[in-house]
């Protein structure tokens, strides 16, 4: 059974830091594009950022850039999120995802796999 099992998230006042996990279990994703996404209160869910197999390539949104850095150890089978001077308006459920193929794409729906989601909470 395939898992992406997101961790790290929480309650942190504007202006800290957070930095998100996503393990990967049941197959290796060695060579799959991972990305992460958000989803605050009533809206869609939106893209984050996105790494490609090697980690030799990142693309962010440009809400995030500049302060958000996304990064990954195939051998550990694990993607990362470093969230730095965190606002208010990043409040949202955090997941990561991954999908078959190298293109770093960023919408959620050209991707196959899915964790479950963790809060991050960004106190003014």
């Known amino acids: 059974q395939v898992q992406l099992v997101e961790s790290g998230g929480g309650l942190v006042q504007a202006g800290g830091s957070l930095r998100l996990s996503c393990a990967a279990s049941g197959r290796s994703f060695r060579h799959y594009v991972k990305g992460w996404f958000r989803q605050a209160p009533g809206k869609e869910r939106e893209f984050v950022a996105v790494i490609n197999w090697s980690g030799s390539s990142t693309y962010y949104a440009d809400s995030v850039k500049g302060r958000f850095a996304i990064s990954r150890d195939n051998a550990k089978n694990t993607v990362y999120l470093q969230m730095n001077s965190l606002k208010p308006e990043d409040t949202a459920v955090y997941y990561c995802?991954?999908?078959?193929?190298?293109?770093?794409?960023?919408?959620?729906?050209?991707?196959?796999?899915w964790g479950q989601g963790t809060q991050v909470t960004v106190s003014s």
């Open positions: 995802a991954a999908r078959v193929g190298p293109s770093m794409v960023v919408g959620p729906a050209d991707y196959d796999y």
